[in-house]
């Protein structure tokens, strides 16, 4: 004998006959019985719990996998970084020595900044990623970025110009994570810029301090505009794969306005350039 296991769903209603029940006296005469089966429902209801289980356990393993590489490439990397920076405590260096130093420096930079990229993915898809307060001058943060970034500049020829205002712009915000921000967006400002200049402008607006990254460089056509910020999205062309990179630099950063209670917009014309502008609040609080 076969078995048949199933689901089934059973609806008992009463009958009333319109007119008088069979007992003469009204009432209920009988019962309807309706019988759904609903084996196929329940069948994908468990693939579906299932799957959603398995797809949980597939993205703590990718967390935990991520922060341990994470911080595997950043111990020795800092090692690196701490030792170029303290290499002329050892005597002068001579010029070419100087500019191969800075090479190297930017590198090391680059490289830290991409797995701390990944880190900060990471922990935000966990829910773990935290965001600091402290109080900086806007024009400070401008400058460290300008600092990374002008050495590749200068390896291109192009003109990295920092344009702020005369007075301190007061600003309370993670510096780090702005920085980041500003890095990414004036590297890749470089970086897709063949000839003219690189202007990072900072502003004060009522409640945010905005900070401005223009290039002159191949733009970004009106269709790619909404995607370039997606996470490993980049602009399929032999221009943009002639540049390299990871696809992660505009997600990260319009992730970390958006963690700062900010914002960061495009504006961008094929051929002619681009201007990404982000808006920070002045405060915390007015995030
Ligand atoms: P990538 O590592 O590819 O630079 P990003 O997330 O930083 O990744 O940028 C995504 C894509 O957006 C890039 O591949 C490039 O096509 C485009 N893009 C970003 N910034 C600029 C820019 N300043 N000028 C032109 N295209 C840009």
């Excluded at 111990?75 to 010029?95: E, F, K, Q, V």
């Excluded at 350039?273 to 982000?278: K, P, Y």
Aim: glycine fraction near 10%; charge should be negative; hydrophobic fraction near 45%.
């Amino acid at each position: 004998m076969r078995t048949i296991f199933g689901w089934f769903i059973v609806r008992i209603n009463p009958y009333r006959s319109p007119d008088e029940g069979v007992d003469g006296v009204g009432g209920i005469d009988g019962a309807v019985v309706a019988c759904f089966d609903i084996t196929a429902q329940k069948r994908v209801e468990a693939e579906l719990r299932e799957a959603r289980i398995a797809a949980d356990a597939a993205n703590a393993a990718k967390g935990t996998f991520l922060t341990t590489l994470s911080h595997e490439f950043r111990t020795p990397l800092n090692g690196m970084l701490g030792y170029a920076d303290i290499l002329h405590l050892d005597g002068p260096l001579n010029a070419a020595q100087l500019r191969k130093l800075e090479r190297i420096k930017a590198g090391g930079w680059h490289l830290a900044a991409m797995i701390d990229e990944i880190l900060a993915f990471a922990l935000r898809d966990e829910g773990r990623e935290s965001v600091r307060a402290e109080r900086v001058d806007a024009r400070e943060v401008a400058r460290a970025a300008q600092e990374l970034v002008e050495p590749a500049a200068e390896a291109k020829e192009l003109a990295f110009v920092l344009d702020v205002p005369e007075n301190p712009v007061e600003l309370e915000t993670d510096v780090g994570k702005l920085r980041q921000v500003l890095i990414n967006l004036c590297g890749n400002a470089v970086k897709y810029t063949r000839q003219g200049e690189v202007r990072l402008v900072v502003r004060e607006e009522t409640g945010h301090v905005v900070f401005e990254v223009r290039d002159t460089g191949i733009g970004i056509a009106p269709e790619h505009q909404s995607r370039v910020f997606d996470r490993f999205w980049q602009v399929e062309s032999a221009a943009t794969r002639s540049f390299g990179g990871m696809g992660i630099g505009l997600a990260a950063a319009r992730e970390f306005s958006r963690l700062l209670g900010g914002e960061v917009e495009l504006e961008s014309e094929p051929g002619r350039g681009s201007t990404f502008r982000v808006w920070i609040p002045r405060a915390r609080g007015d995030a």
